[in-house]
């Protein structure tokens, strides 16, 4: 058989109401090219039985049974293919007809980047199935996910929060070998990959189109597992940030004194980083101690300079542009001597 250009690695579990849209969004692409590799982790609806009547119609599909995590069927997947390169999708969401001919060409004149994602539009999935808008929270969400779309962009916002959308990853396949695809950490695989991809010095892009509808509902993993909670993807964003040579040798200082800033400066001391203090606006936090770090005002921000990294750790909105306008002027350069982790 002609090896395809592309092979989907789509896990699924218990997308018996979901999954039939997201098979055909991919029958349906522009190129055909490709080969559909189905990995069922243990679904108790529906869901196997619409594999196997899919496989029955449709030649490019070949699926298996994933016996162990998640993670385990995700890597599984892939393995499976053949393809050049591997596209992932989630069996609740829907690609665009042109999606992977577009990344394909995306890819086919950037050839050093070793993956790349999609603009997004996020949809809310009710209880019944029908789809509402997203709420404020998930607009601004979308916003910000669809801004960071240049390598340099992706590579400087990546502690905000995962700057690529699983379903619309595209990979090339020597990248998945090389690194062994996706690890089975407490957090975020999808999210553990990219931060370790990109601290590799691999580069990462994106097609500044929207190629898919990225549902989400009650029932999406993410709102399910422990592994997605909020609180891990801030331990995985202290994890590889205490990798960084420059966050060892110098140590950081927390601009914010909140609850963000507050569960930072415990997870980066808990990875060994020292805190040389917090930085805040609030007059009446300024000359406190927390847990005997000193909370000083933004008139010291120069005396860091080359000092100490600077890292971003407030969630209100406006809050990241501001910081920025403060510590650009006097020479810390975002990416480098500061991360917004918020």
Request: hydrophobic share 40%; charged share 25%; net charge neutral.
């Amino acid at each position: 058989m002609k090896r395809p250009l592309v092979s989907i690695a789509l896990p699924v579990r218990n997308a018996g109401t979901t999954f039939r849209a997201a098979l055909e969004s991919i029958q349906k692409q522009s190129i055909d090219d490709l080969e559909i590799v189905i990995v069922d982790h243990g679904s108790s609806d529906d869901t196997a039985a619409l594999i196997r009547r899919a496989a029955k119609e449709d030649s490019r599909i070949r699926h298996f049974e994933g016996k162990g995590t998640f993670v385990e069927a995700a890597n599984l997947a892939w393995k499976q293919g053949t393809g050049e390169f591997v596209a992932r999708m989630d069996g609740d969401d829907v690609a665009y007809p042109d999606r992977l001919e577009k990344q394909l060409a995306f890819l086919g004149h950037n050839p050093a980047i070793a993956a790349c994602g999609s603009l997004v539009r996020i949809v809310k999935r009710s209880p019944d199935g029908s789809p509402t808008p997203a709420d404020e929270g998930y607009r601004r969400y979308n916003e910000w996910i669809n801004s960071v779309k240049t390598p340099e962009a992706i590579l400087r916002e990546r502690f905000v929060d995962s700057p690529i959308p699983n379903p619309t990853a595209m990979i090339r396949r020597e990248v998945l070998i090389e690194t062994g695809g996706y690890r089975d950490p407490a957090w975020a695989e999808d999210y553990d990959f990219w931060l370790r991809l990109l601290q590799k010095g691999y580069s990462i892009g994106k097609v500044d189109e929207v190629l898919l509808d990225w549902y989400d509902s009650d029932q999406r993993s993410t709102r399910t597992l422990a592994r997605y909670e909020l609180s891990r993807f801030q331990s995985a964003k202290a994890h590889y940030l205490s990798q960084i040579e420059k966050v060892k040798d110098l140590g950081v200082f927390i601009c914010g004194a909140g609850p963000v800033g507050k569960e930072f400066a415990h997870l980066m001391r808990t990875n060994e980083i020292k805190i040389h203090a917090f930085i805040e606006v609030n007059q009446r936090q300024i000359g406190n101690h927390i847990h005997g770090i000193p909370v000083l005002g933004t008139e010291t921000y120069p005396a860091f300079k080359k000092k100490a990294v600077a890292l971003s750790a407030i969630g209100q909105a406006g809050a990241r542009e501001k910081i920025r306008s403060d510590l650009l002027p006097v020479g810390f350069r975002e990416g480098h001597d500061f991360f917004c982790v918020a």
